[in-house]
């Protein structure tokens, strides 16, 4: 049973450029979130999917991020034109749903560290 | 709104000594879900623990024990005879807990722990 991988484990990115980060959650896990984690913070919910759907974003997500689960599986988290305060840790965490409607833990991948200069 | 407190920014133990990490929350929610993750300096968040807020039982598993007390709204963790493996920063975080919620993290501050040989 693998865990949640994602890639690039850091990235280097002038400040206006584009980034994509990608997530491979544990295959049988349907829930999927993304959150952020500035140095000397605890990490800050951002977004979250059930299998496919986006079903809520925080208000830390500006317009220049968009996230997407396509078929459910990997997400990917798109920053555009981004600025030095977009430098941070950028973790994916996959959980279970049951049947019942109710959430199990997180588990957490390794993180991406984004660094805009 | 929910919030997570954890007043210790950083404890420096030796080895051996017994350490007792705070946790105090605030939720308008009736039921939620409260946990424990480390944070090794590898980054990766490591899950350690859930407790349902129905259930106020103290756990232990091996040199780990947790104290959920309701009335004073905390989830308290203890690490007995600690070692230098237990060095790592240390979140508590908070979910709401009902039938189809987004099981959302509210992560605290951190604490980190620093066990000297």
């Known amino acids: 049973d693998t865990g949640v991988s994602q890639n690039p484990r850091h990235k280097i990115t002038k400040r206006g450029q584009n980034v994509t980060f990608r997530c491979d959650p544990i295959s049988e896990h349907n829930r999927l979130y993304w959150y952020r984690q500035t140095l000397g913070q605890g990490p800050e919910f951002l977004t979250y999917f059930q299998n496919e759907a986006q079903l809520e974003k925080s208000r830390l997500l500006s317009d220049r991020f968009s996230a997407e689960r396509p078929k459910g599986s990997f997400s990917t988290l798109e920053i555009q034109r981004t600025e030095q305060g977009d430098s941070a840790m950028y973790l994916c965490a996959s959980s279970r749903r049951t049947g019942g409607g109710y959430g199990y833990e997180q588990y957490f991948g390794p993180g991406t560290r984004l660094t805009v200069t | ?117």
Not at chain 2, 56 to 61: A, L, T, V
């Open chain 2, 1 to 117: 709104a929910q919030k997570v407190t954890q007043a210790q920014t950083e404890i420096s133990v030796v080895e051996k000594e017994d350490v007792t990490l705070d946790c105090v929350y605030e939720t308008r929610d009736t039921t939620y879900y409260l946990f424990w993750y480390k944070q090794p300096p590898s980054g990766e968040l490591v899950f350690l623990i859930r407790r349902n807020s129905f259930d106020e039982q103290n756990e232990i598993s091996g040199r780990y024990s947790w104290n959920f007390q309701k009335s004073t709204s905390s989830f308290n963790f203890t690490i007995t005879a600690s070692q230098v493996v237990d060095s790592a920063v240390y979140f508590c975080a908070l979910s709401e807990a009902e039938y189809n919620a987004g099981n959302m993290l509210t992560f605290g501050g951190g604490t980190r722990l620093m066990v000297k040989p």
